[in-house]
């Protein structure tokens, strides 16, 4: 999945998260097919299923099982909808991370898989008002960098310029 590059300090950054916000055990649906990050949450001790690779967009049934927490880590730039998504889930809390809109370099899209493309690439206030808008309380963020070992203008910018946003948000009371 992902050739030479696993994201070491990502999964670092978002397990430390998910622990400090959501500690284990707790039922958890993970957004999005069982990926390597997936491990990590069950060694920790988090009783993890995941969504079987529909679009969400579309079929949201999914949703509607009964589950603690819902995680959803780099998923949200995928959707056309994420209102909706957002809207239908069950559970209480959630906790999700997006790559952040980054103003020097364009939306990312593979040219060889169409389900791997950003249609939407959030800075933190848009997320935030998504989260808002759509029935949530956000209760804790973390924004990182993800500097590369390139040479060159853009990898040099992405030392000091936040790529990664995450969230911790309980279902507001109604």
Known sequence: M???S???KRYKKTLEFLRKHVPAPVSV???GVENPFVEFMKKEGYTV???KGEDLDID???LSQKTEVVTAFEIFEHLLSPFTVLQNIKADKLVASIPMRL???PAYRSKTDPWDRHYHEFEAWQFDWLLEKSGWEI???EQWTHPVKKIGFRPLLRFF???YYIVYAERKKQ
């Open 2 to 4: 992902y050739e030479g």
């Open 6 to 8: 696993f994201p070491h």
């Open 29 to 31: 649906l993970d957004l």
């Open 49 to 51: 299923t995941n969504t």
């Open 60 to 62: 949201t049934s999914s």
């Open 103 to 105: 103003w020097f370099s």
């Open 139 to 141: 209760k804790a963020t």
């Open 161 to 163: 310029t936040p790529r």
